[in-house]
């Protein structure tokens, strides 16, 4: 195992380790809210774009985006380019790499793949397979105005920072449920007033993990 790296200077290649490596307790899937659906989840996918605003060497930042009030599900929240796979994917990076390229104009050929971290389970029913990559920069983006209203970067080290997020419980209504179900959901305080939450959130805080990063 590589020694432990700085979140700043965490290479590429420790970043792969890292992310071929098993979770805390073994490879496993998120099927925590399997049983409150009658139908199977969807197959979905995102990107995590990796970036380094100031050049080779400077501090990661990690991409997002701001959906817009028009999209069907998680209006104008906070999230990573992704979406349903569709037939014609073959796995889950092509889905990512397909939905970065119609949401923020992404060429799927300027993305160094690094690797997935393991499927979550959704409120709304979908298995989300996180998929890491880096992207250069700048890039001339191109966002898709009926899905994505902004992009923006936070640096990894504010998010892996513990004093920066917390845990709250929300209630849900499942569909089919008369009586809510209360879940445990990550909350980022608001960077640069856009705030993290739910299972962006989440997603980000397995990666910081399992990179060995958390401060």
């Not at 409150?36 to 100031?54: G, T, Y």
């Not at 999230?79 to 014609?88: M, N, T, Y």
């Not at 979908?126 to 898709?144: A, D, K, N, Q, T």
């Amino acid at each position: 195992m590589p020694a432990q790296p700085g979140m700043s200077d965490i290479t590429e290649d420790e970043i792969i380790c890292r992310l071929a490596m098993p979770g805390e307790s073994g490879w496993y899937e998120d099927v925590r809210y399997q049983s409150f659906f009658s139908e199977p989840s969807w197959p979905a996918a995102v990107l995590i774009p990796f970036l380094r605003p100031e050049g080779s060497g400077s501090p990661w930042h990690v991409l997002l985006t701001r959906r817009t009030d028009l999209v069907a599900h998680h209006k104008s929240q906070v999230a990573f380019p992704g979406g349903r796979a569709d037939p014609e994917d073959h796995n889950p990076t092509q889905t990512a790499l397909r939905e970065a390229h119609e949401e923020i104009g992404l060429q799927p050929d300027q993305v160094r793949i690094l690797g997935s971290l393991e499927p979550l389970h959704t409120i709304s029913n979908y298995r989300v397979v996180p998929v890491i990559g880096v992207i250069p920069w700048p890039y001339p983006f191109r966002l898709e105005s009926q899905e994505v209203s902004r992009i923006f970067s936070i640096p990894l080290t504010w998010l892996a920072n513990p004093t920066h997020f917390e845990e709250r419980v929300r209630q849900v209504t499942f569909p089919g449920l008369t009586q809510p179900k209360e879940i445990k959901v990550i909350y980022y305080q608001a960077y640069e007033d856009e705030v993290l939450w739910g299972v962006s959130a989440e997603i980000i805080l397995r990666l910081i993990k399992r990179l060995g990063l958390l401060a």
